[in-house]
């Protein structure tokens, strides 16, 4: 069974070039990763659960606050090489700003072999990024959600 999940895009064009709000993940394996260790704020869904429900709840448990109260459109579903596929809805929000980024925990038996289990959040970081910038901190799989994104917001 295919995993899917669910986060939100936002974004702002308000700067002299729009930027997006991402995240770093959080634990061992991404602590000292720049390039491809940042994603859009996103969890798994339930089936039947509302994609967009879902994607709200991910990002307050991501990043510790709600999201903006903004309308959101979706992006798509962008598939990763392996399989696992994600549905982004983009919101503008150009004055959503977080002082702290408070995200939940995952365990972890660190170091490996260690039996030792440790907690790590799943975001140690978050920030307003340039949509050009953000292509390479992104993982690779959600890329693509930055050219549809870019299809939205263009002049027309």
Known sequence: ???ESAGILLYRTNQSEPEVFIAHMGGPFWARKTAGAWTVPKGEF???????????REFAEEIGTV????????????????????????GEA???TVSK????????????RSGRRQAFPEVDDAQWVPLSEARGLLVAGQRPALDA????????
């Not at 994104?149 to 027309?156: G, K, S």
């Open 1 to 3: 069974m295919v995993t």
């Open 46 to 56: 339930s089936p039947g659960e509302d994609k967009l429900a879902c994607a709200r």
């Open 67 to 90: 999201p903006p109260d903004t309308a959101f459109q979706a992006l798509g579903a962008f598939r990763y090489s392996s399989g696992k596929v994600v549905h982004v809805f983009a």
């Open 94 to 96: 150009p004055s959503f």
């Open 101 to 112: 980024v408070t995200s939940n925990t995952f365990e972890l038996e660190w170091p490996p």
């Open 149 to 156: 994104l870019e299809n939205l917001i263009a002049p027309r």
